[in-house]
């Protein structure tokens, strides 16, 4: 038996590493929108520093060695931040660290100058350098190209990061997948190998006990022959674990019925178990027999156990929501599935009985979604009153 807390564990841990992947993102995000911040003020500075050259050397009378180091260790200096000089009627004078094509015609270059102060305005405000206290010149700018990236790389970055993190989530998924499969498909393998000897001799004893005189018209042989043919069902079943199953359009109540007939004479006495249809007996549906009776047989097997040995089981044939469907609900009287618990019951070694492997639901689940593609969940349960397994056809 492996424990229930197990998945419950898993659960815990999957959400721990979430919530450490969130932290982390969230730190990217909190330290880059910080140097965002230090740099955004570092090239207001400048953009500052750049107006106030400008205008000294705009208002400067004569020229001086102060022109000149204005010019070069601020005008100049600046080779990062975007810049447009306008008069007062937005006509450009100059531009700086703009990417303009130089052979355009004006036209194009004033359109893309105009465009280019219509982005300045929206992010910044300008600045206004006064000159003989009647004219005024504007400093249109933008955001570094640096700045600009470094505001956008932390989601940039956690983009990544959950695409990478998607891909190897589903790539381990499917190793994990493939793994679980080839684990069933040997084990099923291995299964029907090892029956293929004793049922041999079995159906070989079957037979001399019945053309015995001394055993004629005895009931045993009878029973006996019923469960060598039960054995030979299950070796067919578990040689079809793995292969490609053929599917073929049976009328589902006669099948239900013959896996229920099987189950009626080696169940309690005190549980019942009653089959209802709302379609005509030749109604059909896509299924591999064998395997289709091997998923109803677990069901209500778990239904009796979950009953503990007493109560009822229904199983009756509605009309399904999916188009082109039809759905078989299993009843059952029984302790009842937490919601929480719901989907984990499907889970490889999920058990809550001190004996068994649990491995009954998940490989119904398996045949029906994988074999015949169909659906098989849990449609309705509650603890204290019982569950209802719904199974999903193809008509």
């Not at 492996?2 to 999957?14: H, N």
């Not at 979430?18 to 929108?33: E, K, R």
């Not at 030979?232 to 007939?261: H, M, Q």
């Not at 398996?366 to 008509?395: A, D, P």
Request: glycine fraction near 4%; charged fraction near 25%.
């Amino acid at each position: 038996m492996i424990p229930t807390s197990i998945y419950s564990k898993r659960s815990r841990l999957k959400l721990l590493i979430i919530a450490f992947a969130l932290a982390i993102g969230a730190a990217t995000v909190i330290y880059s929108n910080l140097l965002v911040v230090r740099l955004s003020e570092r090239e207001q500075q400048l953009i500052d520093l750049y107006a106030k050259g400008l205008r000294y050397m705009i208002n400067a009378e004569i020229d001086s060695d102060n022109l000149v180091f204005i010019q070069e260790e601020i005008i100049d200096a600046n080779r990062t931040v975007p810049v447009i000089q306008t008069d007062e009627k937005e006509n450009v004078i100059a531009y700086k660290n703009l990417d303009i094509p130089e052979k355009i015609s004006e036209n194009r270059k004033k359109r893309l100058l105009q465009r280019e102060i219509a982005k300045m305005k929206a992010q910044h405000k300008p600045i206004v350098v006064s000159y003989q206290q009647e004219f005024k010149n504007y400093i249109f700018y933008k955001d570094s190209e640096l700045l600009t990236q470094l505001r956008y790389y932390p989601y940039v970055q956690l983009t990544v990061i959950a695409c990478l993190s998607v891909i190897a989530y589903y790539a381990f998924s499917y190793s994990r997948k493939a793994e679980q499969n080839r684990v069933w498909v040997g084990l099923a393998k291995e299964t029907a190998h090892q029956l293929g000897t004793p049922l041999s001799s079995l159906m070989a004893w079957f037979e001399y006990l019945k053309s015995s005189p001394k055993f004629e018209n005895e009931p045993i042989v009878e029973e006996l022959g019923k469960d060598v043919r039960r054995l030979e069902i299950i070796t067919e079943r578990f040689s079809n674990i793995g292969s490609v199953p053929v599917l073929k359009d049976e009328p589902l109540l006669k099948v239900v019925e013959n896996a229920i007939a099987y189950l009626r004479n080696r169940v309690s006495s005190k549980v019942s178990i009653c089959v209802e249809s709302e379609f005509p007996p030749e109604t059909t549906a896509k299924v591999n027999v064998p395997l289709f009776e091997w998923v109803i047989e677990n069901i209500c097997k778990n239904a009796v156990d979950a009953m503990e040995g007493k109560g009822s089981i229904t199983l009756r044939l509605v009309k399904s929501n999916t188009k082109g469907a039809i759905a078989l609900d299993i009843q059952d009287t029984g302790k009842g599935i937490p919601k929480t618990r719901q989907e984990e019951v499907f889970l490889p070694g999920y058990t809550t009985k001190k004996r068994g492997w649990g491995l009954g639901l998940a490989l119904a689940r398996r045949i029906i979604e994988n074999y015949h593609q169909g659906r098989l969940y849990v449609r309705w349960s509650e603890v204290g009153k019982g569950t209802t397994f719904r199974v999903v056809l193809n008509r």
